[in-house]
């Protein structure tokens, strides 16, 4: 069993401030997930990359409609960026995106930022 949500998106976040010391911001985001899966499966934590989200729309369900970075344990969704600067669409992505999966929480980092504390933001999903 994973650990609950907080220490969980302590330990995710924690190695992506370790990934982005080392490779420092600039490089493509499939370099960043690509790393930062190898650190959170050698962390031993169960990783999904790129999931597709599917909705319910009017009746009809369509299987493919969103396509997340990552999901970690069935419980934190990541979306991952590489920008020079978080835009609101960014969020709204993010928030969209963890209103159609079962997730608690998610996570928008952005590897592009100097420090990766600047460019993160942790969602909660609502009850």
Avoid: W
């Avoid at 419980?75 to 960026?81: A, N, P, T």
């Amino acid at each position: 069993m994973q650990e609950p949500g907080p220490i969980l998106t302590d330990k995710i976040i924690g190695l992506g401030i370790k990934v982005h010391r080392s490779l420092g911001p600039g490089l493509l985001e499939s370099v960043y997930a690509d790393c930062l899966t190898h650190e959170l499966r050698k962390a031993g934590l169960q990783v999904q990359r790129e999931v597709r989200i599917g909705l319910v729309y009017d009746g009809m369900t369509f299987e493919k409609s969103f396509i997340a970075d990552a999901i970690v344990g069935d419980e934190v969704l990541l979306e991952l960026k590489s920008v020079e600067n978080l835009l609101p669409v960014h969020e709204k992505q993010t928030r969209t995106y963890l209103r159609f999966t079962n997730c608690r929480l998610a996570l928008l980092m952005n590897f592009g930022a100097p420090m990766l504390k600047d460019g993160l933001r942790r969602y909660i999903a609502a009850p």
